[in-house]
Structure formats: C-alpha cells, structure tokens
C-alpha cells in the first residue's frame, strides 16, 4: 500500500482541536477503538502523547505496543502505520516547523525517540494548550519546553559508563512512593555519597531529589488521569507526606492546583 504523505496540521483520526502558533502547530485527535491506520508519514517533525488508550505501531526500524501516557518523537518522513486498541484513544501532537531539534541526537537515537512516561515538559504544553494561554504564553511554554525535553534525552544517551545512574533512575520509576535518602542509596550502589550526589547532577542535570520530585509529580498525573482516586490517596501513592505537600510541589510544576489541572486535562 502507498504510503500517505499529510501535510502539516493534517493528523490521522479526528482533529477535536488544532492550535497554530509561530513555527508550530499543536491539535488534539481522536481514534475510534479497533481503529487500522495506514502507513504514513508527515511533512515536519512531530512529538505526540497519548493521552488515553493504547495502540500498536510498526514502522521500518521497531514494532511495540504504545500506552497511555507515552510521548514519542518522530522526524519528518517517518513512515509507520498503526493499530488502535480496544477503547478509543486521544493524542496530543506537537508539530514542529521551526529548526530547534538536535539533529546528532536525533541520529544516535535512530531518528526516533520515545520520551519519559507523563513527561512533565509536555504536560505543561498540553495543559496550555487546553487553557487557551496567549499565542505569546503559549509559544514561550512550548520552545522552553521542547528544549528541555531534547536536552534532558541527550544526557540520557551521554550517561556512558555510570550504568548505577540508569539503575536508580529505574527503581524511582518504579517507586517513587518509597521514602529514599542519599546515604541510603548510595550505600545500596556501594558508591560514596558525595561521589554520587556529584555524578548524578553532572550526569543527569538533576539532583537527586529534583529527580525524585519529577518522578512522584509523573506518578500523580497518571493517577489522576487514568483513576477515580482522591487527592490525598493520590498523594500518599505518590510519595507525598499529605495533600498539602502535594499541592505544594505540584503548583511549583505547573503553577496550577492539581484540581485544577485534572479538570483541564480532562476536558
């Protein structure tokens, strides 16, 4: 079958919203459950997340499985095709006109990135997009956040021989709820702790508990996305201390109420 070629703001599924602004275009699609799309590809750069649902893609260099909360990087003229699961899924996609992707990056990752889970940078893009900030706001919120995106993936590929760093970036991951300390971790990696509060901020960019903060923030988007759960049950499950401390943190993210922000986000 002959590959589709889009033209920009053109996305396959059903265009619930589109947003143009300088040197990007942003829209919210749909895509009905049991849903075939054909091979395609599209005319710039794009990042998507996918807000809700799973699908399946297969392109010329991997075939997975794609879940909710996932965002992926595919350059200009990436061909791929993809099966929608059982329920509907919603797409957030961020098409990039402008020249600010690293390109060597974009090479050593085979010229396709898949970001982290909930990724923060953009979540904040989505979240001003479904706000209605200001061309202007909203401009600044995605080159500022793009940035940090590609430079954040580029330590990750810079990380070399400190494969401990990869190790406890894991496990918060994975648990982020747990209640962790620097000489506890670093004594768990057999690692001095001023030798490991050094390498992972040289490394990472981040200290540790910056980290750990972006990883519990993560964890509560997914939860009060893809659950029914209260604020405080959130927090705790998050890593918290109580909903206040939530708030706390989470409005330093998104200079939002974490209310607030799930009912934008799901609306």
């Known amino acids: 079958m002959e590959t589709q070629k889009l033209k920009s703001g053109t996305f396959m599924g059903?265009?619930?919203?589109?947003?143009?602004?300088?040197?990007?275009?942003?829209?919210?699609?749909?895509?009905?459950?049991?849903?075939?799309?054909?091979?395609?590809?599209?005319?710039?750069?794009y990042i998507s997340l996918l807000l809700h649902g799973k699908y399946h893609e297969q392109s010329i260099v991997s075939a997975h499985d794609i879940k909710a909360g996932s965002s992926l990087y595919r350059p200009k003229g990436f061909e791929h095709k993809n099966e929608i699961g059982a329920a509907d899924s919603l797409c957030f996609n961020i098409e990039i006109q402008k020249n600010i992707i690293?390109?060597?990056?974009?090479?050593?990752?085979?010229?396709?990135?898949?970001?982290?889970?909930?990724?923060?940078?953009i979540m904040k893009i989505y979240y001003g997009f479904q706000q209605n900030f200001s061309e202007e706001l909203l401009n600044i919120t995605v080159e500022e956040n793009i940035y940090h995106l590609f430079k954040q993936q580029k330590r990750a590929l810079n990380t070399g021989r400190a494969l401990w760093v990869n190790q406890i970036k894991k496990q918060v991951r994975l648990h982020p709820e747990i209640k962790y300390s620097i000489d506890a971790v670093s004594h768990s990696l057999h690692l001095h702790?001023?030798?490991?509060?050094?390498?992972?901020?040289?490394?990472?960019?981040?200290?540790?508990?910056?980290?750990?903060?972006?990883?519990?923030?993560?964890?509560?988007?997914?939860?009060?996305?893809?659950?029914?759960?209260?604020?405080?049950?959130?927090?705790?499950?998050?890593?918290?201390?109580?909903?206040?401390?939530?708030?706390?943190?989470?409005?330093?993210?998104?200079?939002?109420?974490?209310?607030?922000?799930?009912?934008?986000?799901?609306?």
């Open 14 to 45: 059903n265009t619930q919203k589109l947003r143009a602004i300088s040197g990007f275009t942003l829209s919210r699609t749909d895509h009905d459950e049991h849903m075939k799309v054909p091979r395609h590809e599209h005319e710039h750069p």
């Open 102 to 121: 690293d390109q060597e990056l974009c090479k050593r990752s085979n010229n396709y990135i898949q970001f982290e889970k909930n990724s923060l940078e």
């Open 193 to 267: 702790p001023n030798y490991f509060v050094r390498k992972f901020k040289e490394t990472t960019g981040f200290t540790f508990g910056e980290f750990l903060l972006k990883q519990r923030i993560s964890r509560s988007i997914d939860l009060m996305l893809n659950t029914n759960k209260n604020l405080t049950q959130i927090a705790l499950e998050s890593g918290f201390y109580d909903q206040s401390h939530f708030i706390r943190h989470f409005k330093y993210f998104f200079k939002s109420s974490p209310l607030e922000f799930r009912k934008t986000i799901k609306g």
